[in-house]
């Protein structure tokens, strides 16, 4: 294991500052694909897949906190996840 | 970048997703003689902090935004199939928990963003490796190209579905997504300098060896 570095907390700071504030931080302005969809005449193609939650929100009945905790719940899911992949592709 | 469920005809659903799990398991096998303990810390805090990167859109102008996608910046840490694993781990949950990107539409996705534009990041940063010139402007050449190139496949795979013609969305695609693949290009370069000068003494970037090794 890495020894733990002190820039590491600074790191995993600025991932909760960032998850956690995504409904502040982000732009709701369509992105690339979605501007080429919408004046491409595309857009109303789109359909809602199945998901556990609702886009980046979770069901809290408040929108900021909501969507801020969704993001960190996703931030914590791939840490865990990727930990796990990494155990074991690191054991064969 | 991430499609949506209803953009992609069956056909295209199938067969990216068939390329896709053919590239992955080919690269997950080789990762499984080749990835190291000591990466599995820096897979788990990349892979949070370019889901957390990718939440946050910044505006480009002309009413239109961008994110970062990620996938040259995890290869030049980690080399390009641990780069791939992390972004395909980000897109399945995307997908499945906060609708972002469809389930039929994921082959795709992972395609264009965990395999694409990594591997394309990958041979081009390898190339201009063997040309003189500053680390960083290469860091950003390559975000650039890589992004680009990931939207013309995306292009490709919608006009695949007939959904649109390619000639009426190639122009656009690839305007767009040379402006985010600059912004790309330059976040990446900006975190690749801070991750050099405060944790590569304890670990070594994948780009800080003689060119960027597979696995």
Redesign the interface.
């Known amino acids: 294991m890495l020894k733990v570095n002190k820039y590491i907390y600074l790191i995993i700071a600025f991932i909760a500052f960032l998850a956690f504030l995504n409904p502040i931080l982000s732009s709701s302005l369509p992105d690339g694909l979605e501007k080429v969809a919408e004046t491409k005449n595309f857009i109303n193609k789109a359909q809602d897949s199945f998901s556990i939650f609702e886009d980046y929100s979770l069901p809290i009945n408040n929108e900021l906190l909501s969507r801020g905790a969704a993001g960190l719940l996703g931030a914590i899911i791939l840490y865990l996840l990727l930990l796990k992949i990494g155990k074991i592709l690191s054991k064969n | ?7 992609l005809d069956l056909k295209t659903c199938v067969t990216t997703y068939l390329l896709s799990g053919a590239a992955l398991s080919y690269g ?1 096998n080789k ?3 080749n ?15 370019i ?3 990718q ?5 480009i102008g002309f ?5 970062l996608m990620g996938g040259v910046l995890a290869m030049l840490v980690l080399g390009p199939w641990s780069a791939s ?2 972004i395909t ?2 897109l399945v ?8 990107g ?4 994921l082959g795709a996705n992972v395609l264009n963003m965990a395999l694409i534009q990594v591997w394309a990041g990958y041979f081009i940063y390898n190339f201009l490796t063997k040309i003189n010139f500053s680390d960083k402007l290469r860091i950003v050449i390559t975000g650039l190209s890589a992004t680009v190139i990931s ?1 013309v496949f ?1 292009a490709l795979e ?1 006009s695949f579905s007939n ?2 013609n390619l000639n ?2 190639l122009a ?2 690839v305007g ?2 040379t402006i ?1 693949g600059l912004m790309e290009g330059i976040i990446t370069m900006l975190v690749l300098s801070y991750l050099k000068k ?2 590569s003494t ?2 070594e970037l994948a780009y800080q060896k003689e060119g960027v090794k597979d696995a």
Do not use: R, Y
């Open positions: 970048m991430h499609i949506p469920d209803g953009f997950i990762l499984k003689n990835f190291s303990e000591k990466n599995i810390p820096i897979l788990g805090i990349l892979g949070a902090f889901f957390a990167a939440m946050i859109n910044i505006p009413g239109t935004s961008g994110h694993l992390i781990s980000i949950i995307q997908s499945v928990f906060f609708m972002d469809g389930i039929l539409a939207a995306t919608l959904i649109v009426f969305i656009a695609m767009w997504h985010i405060t944790v304890q670990f």
